[in-house]
DNA sequence: ATGTCCCGGATGCCGGGA
């Protein structure tokens, strides 16, 4: 029996699961990923769309919140086993945007970063926070030596090769010195950013604001991200971003950004 | 400051968040 070469892991900032299933479901029959991380889902609990996502073939977690944040975790054929729900040591956060789970053998965090404007000020304090809180879970499974991916919307951009203009941003949270800083010292630990590492220094974007056309344009910024421990790294094929998800109607801002790995135990690909 | 879109309250728009 064939089996298949590689499996894909993607990451969607749904902004709003209730008002854009639809554009969801067709996605998810067009692209067909076997792994997905969901930010933003802006439900319930009760609200999730967990039997047409079955309908669809996906098996889900999900943690949810009244109007805003809410994440969720989908497998192909498969429902995510789950590990943790919201980072550690701060048991009075209760917003919705970190869940992890083991999917189609991979450890996945799926994560929803605070976006921390208007900065300075408490959202920005949070955002940081919350970083080094992420920071501190992140050194417990980089070395793990099973494959481990953490995905999603960070709100960073790392660097000024990372937005269309900076200029007009200089004063955005998601641009800040320390908040890039600590976006690098995750890295440090030993994580692979796959969009750059395929995409070397390309200009590629994961978000468009809804402002003067700016996804026609191209008009964008890289903050959806897939970060992969070493083990994971070493089955890194390929990486991209669904733009074209972007620039249909009542599209959420956020474009699917994805990787295709090889399959554990896959023979490397050889030149015929 | 502006631009646009989603969500929820108790709307026939507004505030909050992004």
Redesign the pocket.
């Given at each position: 029996m064939a089996r298949s070469r590689t499996l894909k892991l993607a990451t969607f900032n749904i902004?709003?699961?209730?008002?854009r299933l639809p554009q969801l479901l067709a996605w998810l029959e067009q692209a067909r990923p076997d792994i997905v991380a969901l930010q933003e889902l802006?439900?319930?609990d009760a609200?999730f769309p967990a039997a047409e996502l079955e309908q669809a073939g996906y098996g889900a977690i999900w943690q949810g919140q009244?109007?805003?944040n809410g994440v969720a975790l989908l497998g192909r054929g498969t429902v995510p086993v789950e590990s943790r729900r919201g980072l550690p040591w701060d048991r009075s956060d209760t917003q919705s945007r970190y869940l992890e789970a083991a999917i189609h053998g991979i450890v996945v965090g799926g994560l929803y970063l605070?976006?921390g404007?208007p900065q300075p000020g408490p959202?920005f304090d949070y955002k940081l926070a919350w970083m080094r809180r992420l920071y501190r879970h992140a050194a417990t499974l980089v070395d793990l030596p099973h494959p481990v991916a953490l995905v999603g919307d960070f709100n960073v951009v790392p660097t000024d090769e990372d937005i269309y203009d900076p200029t007009?941003w200089r004063k955005d949270a998601l641009l800040q010195p320390e908040v890039r800083g600590e976006y690098a010292r995750l890295l440090a630990q030993g994580w692979t950013d796959a969009l750059r590492r395929v995409h070397g220094d390309a200009r590629i974007y994961t978000f468009w604001d809804?402002?003067?056309q700016h996804a026609e344009r191209d008009r964008g910024l890289r903050i959806d991200h897939l970060l992969l421990n070493p083990v994971l790294a070493a089955r890194l094929v390929d990486a991209g971003v669904d733009r074209s998800v972007r620039l249909q109607p009542?599209a959420s801002d956020h474009a699917p950004t994805w990787v295709t790995l090889r399959t554990s135990g896959a023979t490397r690909r050889r030149k015929a």
């Open positions: 902004n709003g699961i209730g008002a802006k439900a319930t609200a009244r109007s805003w605070p976006n404007n959202k007009g809804y402002f003067r009542k």
